[in-house]
Structure formats: structure tokens, C-alpha cells
């Protein structure tokens, strides 16, 4: 049984920075793509980073791109994402996700997801 548990939310001001972490249990992390996702109320969720099996290989959605950094690591089973510079408009409840199948950076390509990690930016 696939279980991910994400931490490190919280509410911070504009221009400031946050780690969010991703726990994963129940298979085998390493083979896995690995994915962060956001949802703001009254939107739809988006993919915000994701990372490959290997951990070479990152895709940022344009409006994270130089700000955030998705990586993993494999020894302790957790992914990460680093937001720096924070803005207002990244408030939003993120996910991590895992994909056995593909590394598509598409929200129903995901079958595994975590419970979500609110994050507030204030102006």
C-alpha cells in the first residue's frame, strides 16, 4: 500500500521561503516518478515540479521556474520542494504525488497522492 505524508506548510510573507517534504512508504521509491501539485480554492489542481526515477531529470511549470526546486532523496524515502521568493499568488494547498508509469507532468497521470500541505503567502 502506496502512502505518502507531506509536512512543512505553513504561512510565510511575500519574499520569503518554505521546504515542503514528502514521506513515502509501501514501494519502492526509487523507481518511481515523483511529483508536486497545487491547488488554490476555486481552481483547479496544477502541477507545479516533478522528478524522475533517477533524480536527474526536474520539470518546473513556468510560474515556479528559478524559485522552487524539486529533489528527492532516496536513502531516507522523501521528496522535497524548496520555495523561495514566495508570492502571494503560490498560496495553495500542495501535494506530492507518485507515478509507477510514466513522468508526464498531468494531474490524472498520478495515481498516488498525499493528504496535502497548506502554504499561505501573505503580502
Known amino acids: 500500500q502506496v502512502r505518502l505524508v507531506e509536512t512543512g506548510g505553513g504561512s510565510v510573507q511575500s519574499g520569503g521561503s518554505l521546504r515542503l517534504s514528502c514521506a513515502h512508504s509501501?514501494?519502492?521509491?526509487?523507481?518511481?516518478?515523483m511529483g508536486w501539485f497545487r491547488q488554490a480554492l476555486g481552481k483547479e489542481r496544477e502541477d507545479v515540479a516533478t522528478?524522475?526515477?533517477?533524480?536527474?531529470?526536474?520539470r518546473y511549470a513556468d510560474s515556479v521556474k528559478g524559485r522552487f526546486t524539486i529533489s528527492k532523496d532516496n536513502a531516507k524515502n522523501t521528496l522535497y520542494l524548496q520555495m523561495n521568493s514566495l508570492k502571494p499568488e503560490d498560496t495553495a494547498m500542495y501535494y506530492c504525488?507518485?507515478?509507477?508509469?510514466?513522468?508526464?507532468?498531468?494531474?490524472?497521470?498520478?495515481?498516488?497522492w498525499g493528504q496535502g500541505a497548506q502554504v499561505t503567502v501573505s503580502s
Open positions: 504525488a507518485a507515478n509507477p508509469y510514466n513522468c508526464v507532468a498531468k494531474v490524472s497521470d498520478f495515481p498516488y
Open positions: 522528478i524522475d526515477s533517477s533524480g536527474r531529470s526536474t
Open positions: 509501501g514501494y519502492t521509491f526509487r523507481s518511481y516518478c
